[in-house]
């Protein structure tokens, strides 16, 4: 009989239990192992939308980072033409981190990159 | 004025509680960023059964168990485990030799397992077992009730089981529901969210751990009660239980082959059970699926019904105040008497679709409409043969309100000499107020005693729009439901009886496999025709909680209860009341056409009806009678096939031939009844007998160490859902013989007939709430966890003998009624020694032998047991048992009636197992202004004399001051009515002078308050 280890299994099951699902994985990289931390990012700003998609911690800095880079929507501008400020600047971003992730897939694809062999030692979701 | 002659009785109406409006609310708290709620996680593939053996002393402690590990449907570990306390000398020598020898995981000891066992509740698996409760307390290291707190409601009344000194591991709680269901629920430890999680204050769902308990899951999805010996015959598994008699003794390898083969037979039933419930098709998950209504509200639920719920308490009351239980009645008691005995095909479904309730099932809401006038024209022209028209039932959606004067209806009372209220269809008189009925009873009242009942207003009730998105279902893949154009109910049920005329040409595996389905369609048809719709969910308060009590017609009032009910998912009391008013519509209709054929009929049990040959009848007369009365009902046959809806049972024929063979019937009381044929020399042969009223007792000897010169039982007896122990076979047959004897009315029912029967009286029952464990405090002082009696261990009640007055002790002035005893006693296998520890679990004080009462003092009262809810049903008397005539007296209001009635029976009256509402206060607020206006006009004396009052009680009235009396208020009101009445010419007429001492119903004092006392309803608006 094989042995699991319980306590690994435990450790991921309160991973995943704060994802709510047992297959997290990021929408921007593609990362699916349990043991990375996830995150949910407002795809159009927390004020403005409730709708998330969820990223891994470091996708979800870049965005951050990415956030920084435009300056605060200044008060008295209408709330309409505010929200559509922010949902733009939103849509901006996630396009250019896809857009990220679709370069290196176009590299690796054309052959530019190396395609790295898989080590067998990862996710087993 | 005259007043109606009849016999006063309290009547017990259901109420609906609920919370006082206006309570102040706590302050929401201010969260500064929005709560994320996170679903909850589907239990991991991680499966852990175990079973545990014990020792046979009264702590039961865990000596050895098995437990095997399966991950991803695969065995990756089974072990031994054991607590080296325990061990005998040599056990750990042959515990090692063993797993040696059966190639299975080095032993462990008890708490390696207990770490285990929490690692596998981390990691999200599921326990596997049968009665976990009682393992799950052997392994742990403590209990305590627990908390009750807002939050933790649900399980209120349970045991909390520690199995670590830490508060940052989980306990276990268990709240017992009853024999077959509790809940089990992991706690939250401190600490149990991740930090990040708490500054988030995200709404994680706590891992409350997943716990099938295979007796549960074999009551819902193959409905009864089972144990492991009878579940693997059933479920046909590889491995079987095995027998042992070596407990408490040294281990040995047939011990430990016992024990391991148990743990593998659970694990079999497990998987036999899982694979039948995925077989179903349904979407919800296993383990969330606790009950035979939990089959039903997952299929609605995959539909996308959502059962609409009505929200005006004075609604909910106005059907809840028209709800009776199936009627169950003994007509002729205690005399032998040959009978058909018929039963109705699947009665809640088919009521359900000749009504077409499932159109209100599926609908957005329902519409009421005034049909006072139309109800009145219905009832005053109907006749029995309009209601062989399957359009006609659809018109039975109503509710009546009644003005009753000597009407046949459902009546709740307390009836002489029984604890708890029981329903019975009497006459009813009430002149004070009016009553909420079916008008399916009223129907039955109409064509069982001619009269029409005066309607005061009518309610007729009829679906809105159905809901949008509904989806079909798909049943094992054979039956398709489309919600919008199929009647759910009947499509069951039809698919039920098409099936069953398969089963002849079928054999083997292809018959089973259509037995099991036609199970599976029965649970479910019966389950979503009935049960849920009136699910309420108790929850014990204490200290106890003020609850406005809703009572249709009348102002809420506020109360103290100690049970809060919270209404279940599929709440609808509508649906209920119509339902059940329709089957005993059915019953009315079938004894209305017994009648018509000159046939009685000695009793009804909901659904079934024996009908009982006259004398002077032949027997091909009275079966081909019987057969018209069955006939009369095939044009209601809902689901397309040309039989009757009301069938011949199997048991009106011989088990081989299948010939027609004449059977008897001897009825005690309801539900207390024998079926039997007679053999040449006209003995009983029993084809069937109610095991009620017999089941609390422990059985005093073996099915093999049957009375000695009793013939054996039937195969049929032995096994399937009419089994019956040896023993409870043996007291039937003793009393039929005795009743088919010549010494029927001479002599009682001897219960000698075997010597087990001259021993006291046990009863077992487990401590399954910690009022019950705290019987057991002084047993418990002083020792550990370990060697104390445990929550859900076994226990021993016995029956003491009535106390004789004491003339000459220190309460002999005091006229005080010698208190009863109830006696308690430990678990021990050795029944003489538990005996021999029996205690008063009141006063502490030993009870010795000679005051229990033995088997055959327990039987000898059981064949007089009286029918009380009729005239003519007293303990002594035989033959046709007659209604009564009830006159209301006054009203109690309750809830759901008695959930844990054997846990009432067995501890005496320590628990009141319904739940109470008391009398509305607002219904003698009027007395108080009464009386003194009386004393004004009368003077005291005469006030005094004609209410029963004592002079100095009129005074205080007269003074403004509270008054507690033991005499009825009803008695009150007809003395005061009294004195009015002699001011006019008409005089009063009664049956006689009535006298306080002379009134039934509950004794007790009432508290006669001034009107500014009583709380004021502008309180609860």
Known sequence: ?125 | MTLKVGEPLPLVIRAWSSEIPGNPVAKPVKVKRVQRKVPPLLPADIHLVFDTETTTDPAMRCRIGFYQLHYERELIDERLFYDPREAFSGDNKTIKAYAEARRIGEPVTLDDFRTLFLEVIRAGGQFVGLNLPFDLSRIATGSSPTKTRPWNKRMQGGHSLKFRDSSFVPRIQIKHINPRLALISCTVPSQGKARSARKRRDDLPAERGTFNDVRTMASAFLSGSYNLERLCETLKTKTRKRGVEDHGKPLTFDYLDYARHDVQATWDCFCALRARYQSYGMSAPMHTIRSEAGLGKAMLSDMGIKIVRETDPAKIARSLHSYFGGRTEVRIRRVPTRVVLTDFTSMYPTGCSLMGLWRFVISTNTIEREATDEIRQLLAETKAADWQSQDQWRRLTVLVRVKCAGDMFPVRSYYEGEQHASIGLNKLTDNERTHWFTLADCLSSKFQSGKTPEVVEGIAFEPGPPQPNLKPIHLLGRLTIDPYKDDAFRELIAMREREKLRLSNLAGTERTAVEEFRQFLKILGNSTSYGSFLQLNITDEEPKVRRAIHVHGQEPYETLVAKSEQPGPCFNPLLGTLITGAARLMLALAQLRAGEEELGWVFCDTDSLALAKPSNMPDTEFLARAGRVSEWFAPLNPYGLPDSILKLEDVNFAPLTKRHEPLYCYAIASKRYALFNRDDQGRPVIRKASAHGLGHMIEPYGDDDGAPHFPPPLEGLKTGTDRLARWQYDAWYAILSHELSDKADTERVRFDYHPALLQPCLSRFSATSPVMLRWMDNENDGLDYADQVKPFGLLYCLHAKARAPDFTGPDARSGAKAKDIHAVAPFHQDREFAIAQAFDRITGESVSKDQLLTYAEMLFNYPIRQEAKFENGGPFQRGPTEPRHVLASEVHYIGKEADRWQEDFLVGAGFDPTTQFGRNPNEDSGLFDAIREAARIHGQKPVADATGLARGSIRRICEGKSVRTGISLWVIRLGLRTLATRLVSEPAQFSGTIRATEVRGLSGPSLIKPPSEHRQSSEIR
């Open chain 1, 1 to 125: 009989m094989d042995k699991i280890d319980l306590k690994r299994l435990g450790r991921k099951r309160e991973r995943l239990r704060t994802q709510g699902t047992i297959n997290p994985f990021c929408c921007a990289c593609g990362e699916h192992h349990w043991a990375v931390r996830y995150e949910l990012n407002h795809i159009l700003g927390h004020k403005h939308d409730d709708r998330v998609m969820r990223l891994c911690h470091s996708c979800h800095d870049k965005v951050s980072e990415m956030q920084r880079e435009y300056p605060p929507i200044p008060s008295n501008v209408d709330p309409v033409v505010a929200k559509l400020i922010a949902i733009t600047r939103g849509r901006i971003i996630n396009a250019k981190l896809f857009l990220e992730k679709d370069e290196e897939l176009e590299a690796l694809l054309t052959g530019r990159l190396q395609i790295p062999q898989a080590n067998g030692d990862g996710n087993d979701a």
